[in-house]
């Protein structure tokens, strides 16, 4: 299991930008799926994005439609999570996660590292 730690979450306005950032192991970053999950409370997990080990990304298109773009940084073991456009259902705990490749990218148990999670919230 890879040692994942997120950050940049917080407190937003309505409409307004923010990046999330997932320190991981460089090899973790280079060789793994790597994915962003959110949970609000009394919810499921819920699928954000995914990046796979040769770049292709997936998104939760009905959640987060053009709003949110997946990118990483291999060399630095960074994976981000840029969302725009933000909202108020956007608020939830979001997670970084690692996967084996070839697993299905929008399952939760696909994964076997997780981070600790960072808190966003928005404000309408």
């Known amino acids: 299991q890879a040692q994942l730690v997120e950050s940049g979450g917080g407190l937003v306005q309505a409409g307004d930008s923010l990046r999330l950032s997932c320190k991981a192991p460089p090899r973790a970053v280079m060789w793994y799926t790597m994915g962003w999950f959110r949970q609000a409370p009394g919810k499921e997990r819920e699928f954000v994005a995914a990046i796979s080990r040769i770049g292709t990304t997936t998104y939760n298109v009905e959640s987060v439609k053009g709003r949110f773009t997946i990118s990483r940084d291999s060399a630095q073991g960074m994976v981000y999570l840029q969302m725009g456009r933000l909202k108020p259902e956007d608020t939830a705990v979001y997670y970084c996660?690692?996967?084996?490749?070839?697993?299905?990218?929008?399952?939760?148990?696909?994964?076997?590292?997780w981070g600790q999670g960072t808190q966003v919230t928005v404000a309408s």
């Open positions: 996660a690692a996967a084996q490749p070839g697993n299905p990218a929008a399952v939760p148990g696909s994964y076997d590292s």
